[in-house]
């Protein structure tokens, strides 16, 4: 039983439009979340995280907004853009313990 | 600056064969350090971590084991590779006092043939 989903597998969004990914959680214990990006062939890397004392949390054009009471978070990148292409992963955890994964979101920004 | 490096990039291996994938972290000390697979709609599987030389937990029974023989290093083995074993393997390290971000290194495509 998957303890994070990302039900989406895969979206398409216009340039210079709004992506939104969506990743679902399970366990209440969860209280620290990520968001990595993944290219074809290459590790992940890390694009944002929220903690659970906060309900939003905003580098750039990336944006993760966190509903505890839904178990429910999600990631807006505005505008989008081509190189944004690629896997996105949600991760979380209780913390001080180890990450679950999610099995992500393929997002193509089309041009 | 702290970087991770993981090698080989790519592998083909047949049945029955060892397996050796190594992976060293720079820049910093007593990392946690972690190995995933990355298998088809179930996102990054956590295999093995480990805390600190010589203490390796597992989270998934099969067929490969890990060891951490220095401070910055971490190694996934197989004695006898099986088909199943195919994937994306990636290593990874977190800063040891807080959960944080992971930094994940380049991973290796495991081909067992």
């Known amino acids: 039983d998957q303890q994070v989903k990302q039900n989406s597998p895969s979206l398409s969004v216009q340039e210079g439009r709004i992506s939104i990914l969506n990743c679902d959680y399970t366990?209440?214990?969860?209280?620290?979340f990520l968001w990595y990006k993944k290219y074809p062939a290459e590790g992940p890397t890390f694009l944002i995280s929220?903690?659970?004392?906060?309900d939003k949390n905003e580098d750039g054009r990336f944006t993760v907004f966190l509903n505890k009471s839904a178990k429910h978070l999600s990631l807006h990148i505005v505008p989008s853009q081509p190189g944004d292409s690629a896997v996105y992963f949600c991760?979380?955890?209780?913390?001080?313990?180890?990450?679950?994964f999610g099995p992500g979101t393929r997002l193509s920004v089309l041009p | 600056s702290q970087t991770i490096h993981q090698w080989p990039a790519t592998l083909v291996q047949p049945v029955g064969s060892p397996l050796s994938l190594e992976c060293t972290v720079e820049g910093t000390s007593n990392p946690n350090l972690y190995w995933y697979r990355q298998a088809a709609g179930r996102g990054l599987q956590l295999l093995f971590y480990s805390v600190g030389i010589g203490q390796i937990s597992s989270e998934v029974p099969q067929n490969l084991s890990a060891s951490r023989p220095q401070d910055r290093q971490f190694i996934l083995s197989s004695k006898k590779l099986l088909l199943s074993d195919s994937g994306f393997y990636l290593c990874?390290?977190?800063?040891?006092?807080?959960?944080?971000?992971?930094?994940f290194g380049q991973g290796t495509r495991l081909t067992v043939v």
């Open positions: 929220i903690s659970s004392i906060k």
């Open positions: 366990n209440s214990m969860f209280d620290y």
């Open positions: 991760a979380a955890s209780p913390w001080g313990q180890n990450f679950v």
């Open positions: 990874a390290w977190s800063r040891s006092t807080t959960t944080t971000e992971a930094f």
